[in-house]
């Protein structure tokens, strides 16, 4: 190689930069286009006290965009004061900052739109007799009218800055990243109203309303309707907030709004922790839809790690994770059939009931006893659980997995169970018509038999669904993805936090290793150990894996030890050791779920339908795919044009 050397720029002089061109410069990390202006304007406005706010835009905010509060406005005298850079009256002190509850501080927001645009505030205080307007670029003082409060516009954003505005999009993608800036804050200040118009017509409006009703405003009834609500005190944090079910995630990350201490934040910690409570439930490309208000004290937080505070720093980022994911999980682990017992049966059940989900173990996870015969025990005792043979279901079911299982009482199904030629149908139906339907629950026994979530099964169809007929109408339900559920949520409960046994291969399997997964399996050489993976360098570039996990005879284990040090590198141990056992376990019990086309008797449809009931996360397979779904009686009636 015999590159030519280049040219030494020549040394020029080290000058100060002037003021103008600073707030430029300041303006180029605060200021990326209308929507930025919008945030910090209707910051401004909220941090000022008002309980309106309006924003009006032209051309998607690029020609004009004016923000109008009535909050407590601005005295005559510190007017020029706004425009300075590092001007602010929010904190005074370094400990002011470190206790910051308003949203500015930085005092360089009003500084930098205005260095790059034309920009005006006009405003009054409740004492003052007028208002008074300030031109930013001629400094011109002149009376104004309008009531207590605050307009600033600002008008032609960029336009002494021609190649920053030429990354402007359309005005309609402007004006719509300019509505989500508001969205972001009406849903987190429901006790303030908002108002967005564009080119004089009103393009979003929420009014003052109940946290509740604010989240149905903003996001819709339908994320109301299809979302968990999730409340939980973890050490110091505090977190609200609804999680989306698995069954409404989205192709793209919009709806995901996550606050700290009220304010709008993206954060990929916490992100990561909201994705791995769904990591059981979610395919992995789809988007959970999610908003969380997470409150914490303002000493663990630093909020200013960025110009436009969107990032932030937790002096104990573990801690925020754990709490993230564990809330998420619990808000989760409700299932829709708990849910509607809960409504239906107790009104008032406390939210945490599913708040002990087996994927919550913390972070003691110790390599016990080889367990394979433990799980083939529970493997085994699981897979039989809908066998036709011997004796009832129930019978089998609590040596399986104790609590888990409630008893089914000897309840009217009992009776009804009709194989097509069986002797226990209802003798009057005689029509070939009604045969393989269920006699209608006696009226006597409706009374005394609990309420069912799922209903009662009525038969099975294609050997692949079962039908049931609950309050609502008809249920349907996937039984293999159902019962593979079952038997994954199982395995884990009854497993415990047990290591998975290693079985020792006589040829190692070697592959060859980047450095840092050489220094993975060194430095977590325990963490897969008790995978039964012995994973260990055989020279510089190569890894020996020496034993697989017994209950996994098939796997490709170059591939499975590769995954497993890609994700242990990332995420801490714990989280990686249960997740690559979930793993292990969603692949045996996929194995040991009840297979389609097998015939099942009512009493083993209904034995699944239970257990489905008290199962958590029974609502989606582990892959994500819903294992029932409920057609109501209208949806039926809707079908036969019937009754309208
Ligand atoms: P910061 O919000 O970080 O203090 P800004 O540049 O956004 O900095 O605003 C500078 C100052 O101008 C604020 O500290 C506040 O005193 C005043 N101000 C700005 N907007 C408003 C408003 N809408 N109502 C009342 N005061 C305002
Ligand atoms: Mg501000």
Same mark, same amino acid.
């Given at each position: 190689m015999n590159a030519v050397p280049l040219p030494r720029p020549p040394r020029r002089p080290i000058v100060e930069l002037p003021d103008e061109l600073v707030s430029q410069i300041a303006a180029g990390e605060v200021v990326e286009r209308p929507a930025s202006v919008v945030r910090e304007l209707v910051d401004n406005a909220l941090d000022a006290g008002a309980t309106q706010v309006t924003v009006r835009l032209l051309a998607g905010g690029v020609r004009s965009i004016v923000v109008e509060d009535d909050g407590a406005g601005i005295p005559g005298s510190d007017l020029p004061l =706004? +425009?300075?850079?590092? =001007?602010?009256?929010?904190?005074?002190s370094l400990a002011d900052l470190e206790s910051v509850a308003t949203m500015?501080? #930085?005092?360089?927001a009003l500084a930098a739109i205005a260095s790059v645009s034309d920009l005006s505030i006009s405003s009054r205080t409740i004492d003052a007799d007028h208002a008074l307007r300030l031109d930013a670029r001629s400094g011109e003082l002149s009376p104004a009218a309008r009531a207590t409060g605050t307009s600033v516009e600002v008008r032609e954003l960029f336009f002494s800055t021609p190649a920053r505005r030429k990354f402007l999009k359309t005005d309609a993608t402007e004006l719509a990243h300019c509505v989500e800036a508001v969205r972001r804050h009406a849903l987190v200040r429901h006790d303030v109203g908002f108002a967005v118009w564009h080119e004089g017509k009103l393009a979003e409006q929420w009014r003052a309303a109940s946290p509740e009703q604010r989240l149905r405003d903003v996001l819709g009834e339908e994320f109301v309707a299809q979302s968990r609500t999730l409340e939980m005190q973890h050490g110091p944090l505090r977190l609200r907030g609804r999680a989306g079910s698995p069954e409404s995630a989205? $192709? #793209? /990350?919009?709806q995901q709004y996550v606050y700290v201490n009220g304010r709008f934040v993206r954060d990929r910690l916490i992100g990561h922790g909201v994705r791995s409570a769904y990591e059981d439930v979610l395919h992995g490309s789809r988007q959970p839809s999610y908003v969380l208000f997470i409150d914490i004290a303002?000493? #663990?937080?630093?909020?200013?790690?960025h110009p436009t505070k969107i990032e932030v720093r937790f002096r104990d980022s573990r801690e925020v994770h754990q709490a993230v994911r564990h809330a998420v999980e619990s808000a989760l682990a409700q299932s829709r059939s708990a849910l509607a017992e809960a409504a239906t049966?107790?009104?008032? +059940?406390?939210?945490?009931?599913?708040?002990?989900? @087996?994927?919550? +173990?913390?972070?003691?996870w110790r390599p016990a006893l080889p367990s394979a015969a433990q799980v083939s025990l529970a493997l085994q005792q699981a897979s039989t659980l809908? =066998? #036709?043979?011997?004796?009832?279901?129930w019978a089998v079911a609590p040596a399986a997995a104790g609590s888990l299982l409630r008893q089914a009482p000897d309840g009217p199904h009992g009776q009804v =169970? *009709?194989?097509?030629?069986? @002797? /226990?149908? *209802?003798?009057?139906?005689?029509?070939?018509?009604?045969?393989g339907l269920a006699a209608p629950l006696p009226a006597s026994t409706a009374a005394e038999a609990p309420v069912w979530p799922l209903g009662r099964a009525i038969a099975q169809l294609a050997g692949v669904y079962i039908l049931a007929e609950n309050a609502q109408g008809l249920v349907i339900v996937d039984m293999h993805a159902a019962h593979e559920r079952i038997v994954y949520e199982r395995l884990k409960a009854t497993l415990g936090d047990a290591a998975l046994e290693a079985q020792p291969l006589l040829i190692p399997v070697t592959f060859a290793a980047t450095p840092s997964e050489v220094a993975t399996a060194e430095a977590q050489r325990d963490t897969l150990m008790a995978l039964g993976l012995d994973v260990a360098p055989l020279s510089t570039g190569t890894l020996a894996v020496?034993?697989?996990? /017994?209950? +996994? @005879?098939? $796997?490709d284990l170059a591939d499975l030890a590769r995954s497993v040090l890609a994700d242990l590198a990332q995420v801490d141990s714990s989280r990686v050791v249960q997740r690559a056992r979930d793993d292990l376990l969603a692949t045996m019990a996929c194995h040991g779920a009840v297979r389609a086309n097998r015939r099942l008797t009512l009493d083993e449809m209904n034995a699944l339908l239970r257990d489905m009931e008290t199962?958590?996360?029974?609502?989606?397979c582990n892959h994500g795919r819903p294992t029932w779904r409920q057609v109501t009686m209208k949806e039926l009636d809707g079908l036969f044009l019937r009754g309208r």
């Open positions: =706004a +425009l300075k850079r590092h =001007a602010t009256s929010k904190i005074q500015g501080f #930085r005092g360089e989205r $192709a #793209r /990350a919009d303002p000493d #663990r937080v630093d909020v200013n790690v049966a107790a009104p008032d +059940l406390p939210s945490s009931a599913g708040g002990t989900s @087996p994927g919550s +173990l913390g972070t003691g809908y =066998a #036709r043979e011997p004796s009832p279901p =169970a *009709n194989a097509p030629t069986g @002797p /226990a149908g *209802n003798p009057a139906q005689a029509a070939p018509f009604s045969q020496r034993s697989r996990p /017994a209950a +996994l @005879p098939h $796997a199962t958590e996360r029974a609502d989606q």
